[in-house]
């Protein structure tokens, strides 16, 4: 177990509604990292948050939005979804922020599915 | 080409054996090199990290950087049912956004 918890763990919903995933990260851990999960393939990067501000974007649309609270917990939203979005989403912290070697566990994944 | 290229497999090795599972990367400028485990339906479990050229062992398994060739690799000795799995390579680029990314993973099947 590393720590990281993740909720819901499964969620159900119809094309154009909007998805908020959670994530509690590890203690003593300031970032948090999302990726997208689509099945056979790898964790693809949406985006990191580092001390509440976002730290990097991988190649995802504005319709996919985070934030992250001073706790270190952060959310991940999705508007306007598509079938396309069914996928597993994985969070991940860790505790060197912008540091090279920085290591990232990751929690139990929220697996969306798409209507 | 894709960033970071992994074999999907399926890799099969009996009980016992040394399972080899291989990784290239396309940013000459990467760092950090991680190997994760991901059980069927579960998520990406850290195995081992790789920061400088040559190996890293834990345990049974062993992690090997070439910067020049720009390859990683990870050797698991003694290979035994439960390391059936996918094992998916990470490889943290050049630049400072935190972002991991990984290979499309090789799935390893360990047979009794």
């Known amino acids: 177990e590393t720590g990281v918890t993740q909720s819901p763990t499964h969620l159900i919903k119809t094309r154009g509604q909007q998805v908020t995933l959670r994530c509690s990260s590890q203690?003593?851990?300031?970032?948090v990292s999302w990726y997208q999960q689509a099945l056979g393939q790898g964790p693809q990067f949406i985006f990191q948050?580092?001390?509440?501000?976002?730290?990097g974007r991988g190649n995802f649309p504005p319709r996919f939005s985070g934030l992250q609270f001073p706790n270190y917990s952060s959310e991940l939203n999705v508007n306007a979804l598509e079938l396309d979005d069914s996928a597993l989403y994985l969070c991940?912290?860790?505790?060197?922020?912008?540091?090279?070697?920085?290591?990232?566990?990751f929690g139990p994944g929220t697996r969306l599915l798409v209507l | 080409q894709k960033e970071v290229e992994q074999n999907s497999g399926p890799l099969s090795v009996p009980e016992g054996a040394i399972a080899s599972l291989n990784c290239t990367y396309s940013?000459?400028?990467?760092?950090?090199f991680f190997w994760y485990r991901q059980y069927s339906g579960k998520s990406p479990e850290l195995i081992m990290s790789i920061y400088s050229n040559g190996d890293k062992e834990d345990g049974r398994f062993t992690a090997q950087l070439n910067k020049a060739s720009q390859y990683v690799s990870l050797l698991i000795r003694d290979s035994q049912p439960s390391d059936s799995a996918t094992y998916l390579c990470a490889v943290h680029g050049s630049s400072n956004t935190g972002k991991l990314i990984f290979g499309q993973g090789t799935t390893l099947q360990v047979k009794p």
């Open positions: 940013d000459r400028g990467s760092q950090s």
């Open positions: 203690s003593g851990h300031n970032t």
């Open positions: 991940a912290s860790s505790s060197q922020g912008l540091a090279v070697q920085e290591t990232q566990y």
């Open positions: 948050y580092y001390r509440e501000e976002e730290n």
